[in-house]
């Protein structure tokens, strides 16, 4: 285990993550650039958790939820009961834009 001071602080560091802080950043011209690899791997970690928050057995449970606790009107205006038919018109839709990140919430 290496050992960094700062001040007071100290800060554990294990050998494998100096050495992938060492490989995930380059400086240049005093700029800290992530490198490609790490990038892909962020990319990955985020399209992964994207794809399990659109699930459909996550969005049926979120919208289940709903139904049972009769939630509250957002500031849409829409009321839990008109959810259902909203979801059924627009549900693909409206998931394909979050994926894409193309998502523009309406303006009341």
């Known amino acids: 285990m290496e ?8 800060i554990s560091l294990s050998r494998s993550r100096i ?13 800290v650039v992530k490198s490609s690899e790490t990038e892909r791997k962020e990319r990955m970690d985020t399209s992964s958790l994207m794809e ?12 289940l939820q709903v139904v049972r606790n009769k939630g509250a009107e ?7 009961t008109e959810l259902k038919e909203h979801l059924v018109k627009n549900g693909e839709i409206i998931k394909e834009q979050l994926r894409t990140r193309k998502y523009k919430p309406q303006p009341v």
């Open 3 to 10: 050992m960094e001071r700062r001040g007071e602080q100290s």
């Open 19 to 31: 050495a992938e802080m060492a490989t995930s950043a380059v400086t240049n011209r005093g700029k």
């Open 52 to 63: 399990q928050i659109l699930s459909n057995e996550n969005l049926n449970r979120a919208y």
């Open 74 to 80: 957002g500031v849409d205006g829409m009321k839990y």
